[in-house]
């Protein structure tokens, strides 16, 4: 069992713990019933349009939405908080340092490793949370169908598995855990995240 992880000592920490908590209490609420739209019957099924699973499916999008955005914002606080933003050219610095640093996680992993000497990867949950966002290209990227990429990976269906997430049909299905699990990843990359940038 791994150790208990204090409680977070940064605000932005428990901001975006707190917003996580919130997004697992949307999960008890319920969408109304639509009537379903008539389509060309030649067209392939496409994404679902249940609305248990569009709750599930956007309750998944908005965890790891806010994961992202607390990675973002804990590293431009740090710059707002280390650098004078009030001399021009830093600002601009600045500006541009987070602008380039959120556009992949490929580039956070960069700017924190590079600006704050902080590895993402060494957070315990840092791998599940990019199987996560893996599961979340499929909507974002696909409109729930497996993109091109996703096709081309061979490891997907062992990896999404690890979130009780299957595939058939061309799409990735959720399990009865998966939203608790998603909730978990989120909730403890955040803790794990706080604490390392903490230790620099």
């Given at each position: 069992?791994?150790?208990?992880?204090?409680?977070?000592?940064?605000?932005?920490?428990?901001?975006?713990?707190?917003?996580?908590?919130?997004?697992?209490?949307?999960?008890?609420?319920?969408?109304?019933?639509?009537?379903?739209?008539?389509?060309?019957?030649?067209?392939?099924?496409?994404?679902?349009?249940?609305?248990?699973?569009?709750?599930?499916?956007?309750?998944?999008?908005?965890?790891?939405?806010?994961?992202?955005s607390y990675v973002d914002a804990l590293s431009e606080e740090w710059?707002?908080?280390?650098?004078?933003?009030?001399?021009?050219?830093?600002?601009?610095?600045?500006?541009?340092?987070?602008?380039?640093?959120?556009?992949?996680?490929?580039?956070?992993?960069?700017?924190?490793?590079?600006?704050?000497?902080?590895?993402?990867?060494?957070?315990?949950h840092y791998k599940l949370l990019m199987i996560a966002a893996q599961?979340?290209?499929?909507?974002?990227?696909?409109?729930?169908?497996?993109?091109?990429?996703?096709?081309?990976?061979?490891?997907?269906?062992?990896?999404?598995?690890?979130?009780?997430?299957?595939?058939?049909?061309?799409?990735?299905?959720?399990?009865?855990?998966?939203?608790?699990?998603?909730?978990?990843?989120?909730?403890?990359?955040?803790?794990?995240?706080?604490?390392?940038?903490?230790?620099?």
């Amino acid at each position: 069992m791994p150790p208990a992880i204090a409680s977070p000592r940064y605000a932005l920490s428990e901001a975006a713990l707190r917003l996580l908590r919130h997004a697992e209490t949307v999960l008890a609420g319920t969408l109304s019933d639509q009537p379903p739209m008539p389509r060309i019957s030649a067209t392939p099924p496409g994404p679902t349009t249940d609305p248990r699973e569009w709750r599930q499916e956007a309750s998944f999008l908005r965890l790891l939405s806010i994961t992202e955005s607390y990675v973002d914002a804990l590293s431009e606080e740090w710059f707002s908080s280390n650098v004078d933003v009030s001399i021009d050219i830093l600002r601009r610095m600045v500006v541009e340092i987070d602008s380039s640093a959120s556009r992949t996680w490929r580039a956070r992993e960069d700017a924190y490793r590079f600006h704050h000497d902080v590895k993402l990867q060494k957070c315990p949950h840092y791998k599940l949370l990019m199987i996560a966002a893996q599961v979340r290209n499929c909507f974002t990227h696909g409109l729930g169908q497996l993109t091109v990429r996703q096709l081309g990976n061979s490891n997907l269906v062992q990896d999404v598995a690890k979130l009780d997430v299957s595939i058939g049909n061309g799409r990735m299905h959720f399990g009865p855990s998966t939203m608790q699990e998603a909730a978990r990843v989120c909730r403890t990359f955040v803790k794990e995240l706080d604490e390392r940038f903490h230790a620099t």
